[in-house]
């Protein structure tokens, strides 16, 4: 797989975790597929992947499941 930024080959796809918005409007999307690229050093999400993170917020209602979560202020 090619680095959409420098080009060379050796793009890793990790899997990241990403919060929106806060308070009761916080929402978690899991295993987000985040390119690293081990020539350049950039992570970076595709078009598509940000496409469909658009999608999610906007269909949030209907996709997700709730779930308990521990929040902790720093401090
Ligand atoms: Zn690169």
Not at 20 to 49: F, N, Q, R, W
């Amino acid at each position: 797989m090619l680095c959409d930024i420098c080009g060379n080959e050796g793009v890793r796809i990790r899997r990241i975790t990403r919060t929106y918005g806060k308070g009761k409007d916080l929402l978690v999307v899991e295993k987000i597929p985040m390119l690293t690229c081990s020539h350049c050093g950039e992570s970076y999400l595709t078009a598509e992947t940000l496409h469909e993170m658009e999608q999610i917020k906007l269909n949030r209602k209907s996709l997700a499941v709730e779930r308990p979560v521990e929040v902790v202020n720093f401090g």
